[in-house]
């Protein structure tokens, strides 16, 4: 069973700065990594799926890169609305594998 | 536009089951994977398990063999995720999603408003 990490578990970061989350598997997967935003009280929200395309209506400040064993979530710009915790998701088979989450807050 | 729409927060008693409701509009149930996913409070996201329809096919995490049973209806367009022999530990946001895709191995573009089960004595 392939394991996600994610680091930081903690990111601060001030409004308008570039902020990177990593997300490594254990073993070599393909390009089948999704990211999404969560929010307290909220459902999870798509931003990016195959590692790179982001979903419909993503701002272009998120994007995502990578592949092998290690994948990167970048906003380049953070707003205020961009603080929440982000979670990677595998997808290479029937049994879907989330990360552990990185929650990006206000430093 | 997509929509996936669950029911409503529940209360159990160790032991006792849950079901817990996914209504899928703008399309029918049969049309996509259905995914169940939960989150105990503070913590992390945890796929349960997945229902393609259409074809008859459910799959589910060995976390939860035995314990979860994952239904869907075609005519009321609801997929259905009942959890069995419930534990304190199984308090949770229950999430229902959809796949873009009539496939498992999928990322999910909608997702219901979640469920909150809780298990208390």
């Known amino acids: 069973e392939i394991v996600m990490t994610q680091s930081p578990v903690t990111l601060s970061v001030s409004p308008g700065e570039r902020a990177t989350l990593s997300c490594r598997a254990s073993q070599s997967v393909n390009n089948n990594l999704a990211w999404y935003q969560q929010k307290p009280g909220q459902p999870p929200r798509l931003l990016i799926y195959?590692?790179?395309t982001r979903a419909t209506g993503i701002p272009a400040r998120f994007s995502g890169s990578g592949s092998g064993t290690e994948f990167t979530l970048t906003i380049s710009s953070l707003q205020s609305e961009d603080f929440a915790v982000y979670y990677c998701?595998?997808?290479?088979?029937?049994?879907?594998?989330f990360g552990p989450g990185t929650k990006v807050d206000i430093k | 536009q997509a929509q996936l729409v669950q029911s409503g927060a529940e209360v159990k008693k160790p032991g006792s089951s849950v079901k817990v409701s996914c209504k899928a509009s703008?399309?029918?149930?049969?049309?996509?994977?259905i995914s169940w996913v939960r989150q105990a409070p503070g913590q992390g996201l945890e796929w349960m398990g997945a229902?393609?329809?259409?074809?008859?096919?459910?799959k589910y995490s060995q976390n939860f063999q035995g314990r979860v049973t994952i239904t869907a209806d075609e005519s009321t367009s609801t997929a259905y995720m009942e959890l069995s022999s419930l534990k304190f530990e199984d308090t949770a946001v229950y999430y229902c999603?959809?796949?873009?895709?009539?496939?498992?191995?999928?990322?999910?573009?909608?997702w219901g408003q979640g469920t909150l089960v809780t298990v208390s004595s």
């Open positions: 998701h595998l997808y290479n088979s029937w049994l879907g594998t």
């Open positions: 999603a959809r796949a873009p895709y009539i496939r498992f191995d999928s990322y999910f573009d909608h």
């Open positions: 703008g399309g029918t149930v049969s049309k996509y994977a």
């Open positions: 229902i393609i329809h259409m074809f008859g096919n459910v």
């Open positions: 195959g590692a790179s």
